[in-house]
């Protein structure tokens, strides 16, 4: 058996990366009093206005700027690792990249996932001033014995995003998990309220963590923009924790006997029959290829 306990902190983001970092630094804080390992928090933490606008592309840092290196101080004073979506800056300065960083208990930053599948949908388009990222990412790090996948809001709607993560990348071998196949799938989000959306948020969180037998944790902006509606779901699609609207930091521990468990009775990632491999074309998407 091995475990990992995981925070997820809800909470809305503002226009100021000082005031959003000491949020996070409060949420590290509370949750390493409540034992967990890891934070994860939504979409856009570093910055967030309700446009996306030339002031995202204006607040946007580096990696190396003073949010993530406050995001590093905040990971070796608690001791908890960190997955946190920030607004880094682009490669021209017309965008910007909509990134998750993953930072180690030490500080070092383990892995980073900019967002592939942009919000060009319910009248939003993110693409005008955001950089989409490349399909070819598989954004996995191992943390405490498990591994951890990233994925970001949108992507939610596309399955070939979690599937690639759950099971590897393509291979000629046998159908089941290979070995970058997370055991746990974090989705930070801005999911915008609206008709329907939050019961577009849950179902497809829970889709996903049954159609992969995997782990999937969803963090939200809380109000007045985002839902909440942050949830942890085991390996069959039940929710194990929960969140209403209002922020709140959730806490859940993954656990893979759980896992074993599910895929005993429940093999479907080794029975599947395709895989799932990258467009040529440019356009970020995935095809599915037979086996």
Known sequence: MTTLTIAAAQFAPVDDPAANLETVRAAAEDAAARGAQLLVTPEYTSYFTADIDDRFVAAAQPLDGPF???????????????????????????????TLVAIGPDGALVCTYRKVHLYDAFGARESDRIE??????????????????????????????????????????????G??????????????????????????????????????????QAPPIGIGASVALDPSGVAVAALGAAPGLLVTTVDTDVTDAVRRTNPSLALRRYDVTVRGDGAGAADLTPR
């Open 68 to 98: 993530a290196t406050g995001l590093r101080r905040i990971a070796r004073s608690t001791g908890v690792a960190l997955v946190v979506g920030v607004a880094e800056a682009g490669s021209d300065g017309s965008r910007f990249r909509n």
């Open 132 to 177: 989409p990222g490349d399909p070819e990412q598989l954004p996995v790090f191992e943390l405490g014995g498990l591994r951890v996948g990233l994925e970001t809001c949108y992507d939610l709607r596309f399955p070939e995003v979690t599937r690639r993560l759950a099971a590897g990348p393509a291979t000629a071998g046998p159908a089941t998990a």
């Open 179 to 220: 070995p970058a196949g997370a055991d746990v799938v974090l989705v930070p989000a801005e999911w915008v309220r609206g008709p329907g959306k939050e019961h577009h948020w849950r179902t497809l969180l829970t889709a996903r963590a049954i159609e992969n037998t995997v782990w999937v944790v969803g963090v939200g």
